[in-house]
């Protein structure tokens, strides 16, 4: 059952990632890119419909607006434009990660915020 939900999961960040692809596609239609759109901003994005903190209502829009919109785009676009993103979704999710270059950027940020909690900090202590 772990495994169903795991591959269920993964097929699920997948098709996020091949919808967003499929709505800058050439060869998408107007109305399923801008549903499209719509679908991958929504997922992608942290603010919700209804927030995660909000006992089960938080995560059941998340199981049930995502799943049905990406069913819903599946329809729209035409099954070779699909094809098309969905492998080059998983040629990206191949691509290897920088652990080097992400702590690079944490410590840019890092290095940021600490100069400017210096500058902003006042001169006389507390």
């Known amino acids: ?3 169903r939900a795991r591959a269920w999961a993964r097929n699920l960040k997948r098709d996020v ?3 967003w692809l499929a709505a800058r596609h050439p060869g998408t239609p107007w109305h399923a890119k801008a549903l499209a759109l719509a679908v991958a901003a929504y997922a992608l994005s ?3 419909l209804i ?3 909000v006992p089960v209502l938080g995560y059941l829009d998340d199981l049930l607006i995502v ?3 990406i069913l819903a785009v599946r329809r729209l676009i035409p ?5 098309e993103c969905r492998a080059d979704a998983d040629a990206a999710a191949r691509r290897p990660r920088s652990l080097a270059g992400a702590t690079a950027i944490i410590l840019l940020w890092l290095g940021a915020a600490a100069l400017m909690l210096w500058w902003l900090w006042p001169a006389g202590g507390w």
């Open 1 to 3: 059952m772990w495994r």
């Open 17 to 19: 990632h091949a919808v």
């Open 46 to 48: 942290p603010i919700d």
């Open 51 to 53: 927030p995660d903190f």
């Open 67 to 69: 799943p049905l919109g």
């Open 79 to 83: 099954p070779d434009v699909l094809a």
